[in-house]
């Protein structure tokens, strides 16, 4: 039952001879995941402003962008969302999501600034981690310049941007440093063994397949070595009991799907608040690809709502 446009981009991406992305270099696979948007991608709509900060971080500085939605004062001091893109810790920019984050910064009403995380192989995991949490970390303390709240502040990201997002509100509940009012995880991988059963049924012909995945987490794991470490699989944190509440959104054609289900469900079996929505007839990546998937637009509006619930 895949929906009929993800059907017809499929076939096209066949039918165009797309190589996989497993078989390019990660350079070549960033060059390719960039283009891909102006094709996927629906145009990116007006905000009131866009502006290119830096956080210091671990190894230098991270390059951030914000976003202030349309209609918003200057000097307005307005909730945010700490966005962490996706692209298996190896592909993806800000350039990539720019369309996302302004779309969910106007239907919100809330500051959206976006991470540009050290990316794999050059930088292996915990890079990611530590540049999410030490940009979260430098947002939330210098809110009264970037005028946003601290006490009104989301994390979230798609695939391996949601992995990067619960990992910070893992560690952000176990320092008591941050507030955070909401995880908007987006098919988030919850799980580097990669055994759940979506792994299997989902593995091939859905763009996003297990050589695909074997190929990310070889970059950015460097091996098996890492697959239970919680900053790389946060459903294997020791508990989940008193995290910020979650909004969980999958795809039922993706192989991460049941990823995202049983973190939903670690969850709530704790007492934390979770709540799960799947797309069952998406494949991986639909929230970005508007322009040829409706029901792309119908899950950024979903999205949207979770932050105007949650922080304002």
């Not at 947002?139 to 994390?155: C, F, Q, Y």
């Not at 979506?198 to 763009?207: D, I, K, L, P, W």
């Not at 098996?224 to 944190?237: G, M, N, T, V």
């Not at 995290?243 to 289900?261: I, K, Q």
């Amino acid at each position: 039952m895949l929906h009929p446009q993800a059907q017809a981009l499929l076939r096209l991406i066949e039918e165009k001879g797309v190589p996989p992305m497993h078989t390019l270099s990660p350079a070549d696979a960033r060059t390719y995941y960039l283009e891909r948007r102006f094709f996927t991608q629906p145009e990116p709509p007006h905000v009131a402003a866009r502006r290119d900060l830096q956080a210091p971080g671990p190894a230098g500085p991270i390059r951030l962008r914000s976003y202030r939605p349309l209609g918003t004062p200057d000097d307005a001091v307005l909730p945010v969302l700490v966005y962490f893109h996706g692209g298996g810790w190896v592909i993806g920019d800000l350039e990539t999501h720019d369309t996302l984050c302004r779309e969910l910064c106007n239907l919100s009403g809330t500051a959206v600034i976006a991470v540009d995380y050290r990316l794999a192989p050059e930088h292996r995991f915990p890079a990611a981690v530590d540049d999410a949490l030490a940009a979260t970390r430098w947002i939330s303390g210098n809110a009264s310049t970037l005028k946003i709240d601290a006490d009104r502040l989301a994390v979230g990201g798609d695939s391996a941007g949601a992995n990067l997002a619960a990992v910070v509100a893992l560690a952000a509940r176990d320092a008591g440093d941050l507030t955070i009012k909401l995880q908007l995880l987006i098919y988030p991988a919850t799980d580097q063994r990669r055994g759940a059963p979506s792994h299997a049924t989902n593995g091939q012909g859905y763009m996003l397949t297990k050589d695909n995945i074997a190929y990310f987490h070889d970059h950015y794991l460097g091996g098996d070595a890492h697959d239970e470490d919680w900053r790389a699989s946060p459903l294997l944190a020791r508990s989940h009991a008193d995290l910020p509440p979650a909004f969980v959104l999958t795809a039922g054609y993706d192989p991460l799907r049941d990823e995202g289900l049983q973190y939903a469900q670690k969850m709530s079996e704790a007492g934390s608040r979770a709540t799960l929505v799947n797309f069952e007839r998406q494949i991986h990546g639909f929230i970005l690809m508007g322009r040829v998937l409706d029901e792309a637009n119908v899950a950024v509006h979903l999205c949207a709502s979770q932050l105007v619930h949650a922080l304002h």
